[in-house]
């Protein structure tokens, strides 16, 4: 389970081996068997004792900003594996196995996002039936175009056309999601933070949650989470997560849009700041609970059943052997 810290004023300590949270005198104390992340979202008392549990368990603590993005993570000193792995991320721009890596995760992403229309379009029997299939074909078009792309390619000669290729789908499938919205949530197009309506707010604070689970996967299987491959290197960015994130983006579009279409967010969700919005601790609370209960849920992924939240660890151990062995 995911230990998620959204309260003010919560004091985080160690009993035993249970983490113990406190606040205005109440207590609660969970086994750190139990856990396998720490996210803190508001402010927090964190004493040394809990943390180093943390450590002992290989479990990260991970601080949210209040749009969702992390930015701080207490981690243990190894990496998962040999340099080796890293140490051929830096050619990956250079030769194949960059491209195709590439190639896999839009082609995953575009899929993943036609997959999602195509159950929209099943429940529908009105016109916007055929609208959704006619985002789909233009969707699919993108698809084709990144794989008529040949693998010899060195992505810095492609990166340009990829990444329109990717954006030209992006565009037409949050235009038809925003079409398929209750009408007082329709909206235009992406915004990140700040976000300029409440679904690219709820979007942007799920997506914050993925790139830590992203950035842990990533350790763990002893990627550098800082060497991409289409995302250029820029200081204290997380390249690859950036690229590999891609193909998980479709996870919090369901969560998100099945809360709005089933009615499960409020106006009072958000905090209206000068530029957009923001999502408070009820808004929070909503999404937080219904991404936990999915990620949860089995699906059967390569050939296993396998737990959502399970999916992102077992590509980047796929992605980190088969850069360790140059296996296109």
């Known amino acids: 389970m995911k230990l998620i810290v959204n309260s003010e004023g919560v004091y985080l300590s160690k009993v035993g081996e249970c983490f113990c949270l406190k606040k205005d005198g109440q207590k609660q104390e969970i086994s750190a068997k139990k856990v396998e992340q720490i ?57 194949a196995m960059g491209t195709t890596l590439i190639k896999e995760f839009l082609t995953q992403k575009m899929n993943n996002q036609i997959d999602h229309l195509n159950v929209l379009a099943s429940n529908r029997r009105d016109e916007r039936k055929l609208i959704i299939k006619e985002a789909i074909e233009k969707i699919k078009n993108q698809v084709n175009n990144i794989e008529s792309i040949e693998n010899t390619t060195k992505i810095k000669d492609i990166r340009n056309s990829i990444q329109g290729y990717e954006g030209t789908a992006s565009r037409v499938y949050f235009k038809m999601l925003s079409e398929l919205m209750p009408e007082k949530y329709k909206f235009n197009g992406r915004s990140k933070n700040l976000a300029k309506d409440e679904f690219n707010c709820m979007l942007n604070y799920g997506y914050g949650i993925m790139y830590s689970n992203v950035e842990r996967a990533c350790i763990i299987a002893g990627l550098d989470p800082y060497i991409g491959i289409m995302h250029v290197d820029n200081y204290n960015r997380q390249a690859l997560v950036f690229d590999l994130i891609e193909m998980y983006r479709v996870y919090i579009d369901k969560i998100v849009f099945k809360l709005f279409s089933t009615k499960q967010v409020k106006s009072e969700h958000f905090d209206e700041v000068e530029g957009g919005f923001y999502l408070n601790k009820n808004g929070k609370e909503i999404l937080i609970g219904e991404y936990n209960k999915y990620m949860e849920s089995k699906i059967k992924y390569k050939g296993r059943n396998i737990e959502l939240q399970n999916i992102i660890q077992f590509d980047c151990h796929n992605i980190a052997n088969r850069i360790l062995k140059g296996v296109e």
């Open 39 to 95: 996210l803190i979202t508001t402010s927090t008392a964190l004493t040394t004792d809990a943390i180093e549990l943390a450590v002992e368990n290989n479990i990260d603590i991970v601080f949210l900003k209040k749009y969702g993005q992390p930015f701080a993570r207490v981690w243990h000193s190894k990496m998962g594996s040999i340099s080796t792995i890293r140490k051929k991320q830096l050619e990956l721009d250079e030769n």
